[in-house]
C-alpha cells in the first residue's frame, strides 16, 4: 500500500494579484447616512452602485461601503486621509460638526483639539455615521 501525499506546488509566488486593482471596502449600517456623510460633509466623491456606494478617492484609489444589517463598527482605523495642515483640518472638521476622538491612555494621548504630538505623525480621528474610525494625519509640523 502506498502512502497518500500532498500534492506540491509547482511555484510558490502569485502572479494574478500584482496587477489586480484592489479596493477597500467598508461596512455601514445605514447607506443613505454614509452617502450623505462622506458626499456631503466630507465633500467627497461617491458613485451608488447596486450593491452599495463607491467612494472615489484621489489618484484613483476607490472605497467600496456595503450595507450591513448587524454592522459592527471597526475598531480600528479605517480609511486616513493625509493633509497638509492638521490644525486647518481638525477645525474644518469641528465647524462641519464633526466630533474628534479624545484619548487619554498611556500609549495614546490626544490635546483638547483632539490632535496626537509625539512620536510619529501628527494625527486626529473621529468616526463616520456608522461608528468606523477615521483619521487626518500630517507627517510633520507646519
Known sequence: MTA??????SRNTSSMFKDAKAFSSISVNDLQKAKEFYGKTLGLKISETAEGLELNLAGGNTVFFYPKPNHTPASFTVLNFPVNDIEEAVDELTMLGVR???????????DEKGIM????PLIAWFRDPA???LSVLQDREP
Open 117 to 120: 504630538r509625539g512620536q510619529g
Open 131 to 133: 461608528g468606523n474610525i
Open 100 to 110: 474628534l476622538e479624545k484619548y487619554n491612555q498611556p500609549d495614546l494621548k490626544t
Open 4 to 9: 497518500k501525499t500532498a500534492a506540491t506546488p
